[in-house]
């Protein structure tokens, strides 16, 4: 990495954004293809009548759940151009580039002070060619490139907020060609948090580029119930931590613990605005390979972000292997953009199951025991006919499992799930 400074300078300039986009109605109560054509046809129907208040200028972002790498769960404050450089270079030559990861995201820390104009500084030391060479570097690599700030007057790392500057921070934003941000809800002593958001979610707008706008107020004031048109995600959880069911007093949590704070919170997410359980810990060394597969697995099934959170020019192949396994990505991006939902809870084994634009069914066993058991999956607890065929694939053998009558049993690990796609005949 000793070229970094030679290779941000001579970075050619980001390409267009936005292509592609179009603007899209909620739709996380439609669940067949049919209904989805006529929800799409209401909608053209509700603004050509003056309902063009439930349209935003936003729109059209994040129609599946963003894909990307963000620096805090491996190395908190620890960022720099280089690092971030060599993650965007690692999602590029790991081919998770090619299987959806886009967005690079610096978190918390990159900032150190206000100028005299009000202006938020980079880290000089640390980001020394600037944000506006870094972030040309990351689109030369045909990624994207999201940067953090924070509503109150200080970050959670106590670095400058946003809080009376928004306007002036997003104009930099769009300036240095940030393509999303992350605003965190640290330090907000006395604000509202639906009007915090949507003053930064403006200024957004108003720069006129496309900058996806993830909500972090770690689901204290329900976002869910507000921040559909706020932003396209909203965490609904306090801090994911690098372990299965461990708990901090704090408020951060394992991956099961946040898999059960999801459970009713489908209804909430479709196409444009998604519930955010955090970041992926996948890689990070405190989960097994079977729970890395889990924790994957869990956030496509319930329509997550799914940002990466490791080091990856060091990742090992079975991680690549989890974090680019595109049939399970796949259930992730789905254009239907439902979350997934608990259809049986047997105690330490449960079903899960996320409908697909094609009217298949993604299914996952989840054996939360510490014994391998078999789990099955009923046609009629996911709204298949019961008597029904159904073909059964399985998402991370890559192998199909044969014509199932009615029903589907495998057996399951422990902390394990078995993810299969099932598809009516
Ligand atoms: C909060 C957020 C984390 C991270 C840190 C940074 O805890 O929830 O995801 O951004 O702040 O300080």
């Not at 634009?357 to 510490?370: K, Y």
């Amino acid at each position: 990495m000793s070229n970094d400074m030679g290779t941000l300078r001579g970075s050619p300039n980001p390409p267009a954004m936005g292509s592609g986009e179009q603007s899209s109605p909620s739709l996380h109560a439609i669940n067949t293809p049919l209904m989805l054509v006529l929800a799409r046809v209401g909608l053209v129907f509700a603004l050509l009548c003056g309902g063009a208040s439930v349209a935003h200028a936003g729109d059209g972002l994040a129609q599946t759940p963003p894909m990307g790498w963000n620096s805090w769960n491996r190395f908190g404050c620890n960022v720099s151009e280089k690092l971030i450089l060599g993650a965007a270079g690692a999602l590029v030559s790991s081919r998770m580039k090619a299987a959806g990861y886009t967005y690079v995201v610096i978190d918390d820390c990159w900032q150190t002070k206000r100028d005299e104009r009000g202006t938020i500084v980079a880290d000089p030391a640390r980001f020394p060619s600037g944000m506006k060479a870094l972030a040309a570097a990351v689109h030369a690599k045909g990624l994207k490139f999201g940067i953090y700030s924070d509503a109150g007057t200080m970050t959670c790392a106590k670095r400058p907020g946003s809080k009376d500057h928004e306007s002036q921070d997003a104009k930099t934003y769009a300036e240095w060609g940030v393509d999303y941000l992350k605003y965190d809800w640290c330090n907000t002593e006395g604000q509202d948090s639906r009007d915090a958001y949507m003053k930064m979610s403006r200024a957004l707008r108003a720069t006129g580029r496309p900058i996806v706008f993830s909500i972090c107020e770690w689901g204290a004031t329900k976002p869910w119930t507000w921040a559909q048109g706020v932003g396209q995600l909203w965490r609904a959880t306090g801090d994911i931590q690098d372990c299965w069911d461990c708990g901090k007093s704090w408020g951060g949590m394992g991956v099961v613990h946040i898999i059960d704070l999801m459970a009713d919170l489908y209804p909430f997410a479709g196409p444009g605005h998604f519930n955010d359980p955090d970041m992926l810990e996948i890689g990070n060394g405190g989960l097994t390979l079977e729970e890395n597969r889990s924790h994957f697995s869990f956030w496509a099934l319930l329509a997550a972000p799914l940002i990466a959170g490791n080091d990856l020019p060091a990742m090992t192949p079975e991680i690549r292997d989890i974090l680019t396994n595109r049939e399970v990505i796949a259930v992730d991006q789905d254009a239907l953009g439902m979350q997934g939902r608990k259809v049986f809870d047997g105690g330490a084994q449960e079903v899960w199951m996320k409908p697909l634009a094609d009217g298949s069914r993604a299914v996952i066993l989840f054996n939360r025991g510490t014994e391998a058991a078999p789990i099955a999956v009923s046609w009629e607890d996911i709204g298949l006919f019961p008597g029904g065929k159904a073909r059964v694939r399985d998402l991370w053998k890559h192998a199909d499992a044969g014509i199932a009558t009615g029903r589907y049993e495998a057996k399951v690990a422990p902390h394990g799930v078995v993810m299969v796609r099932i598809t009516a005949q």
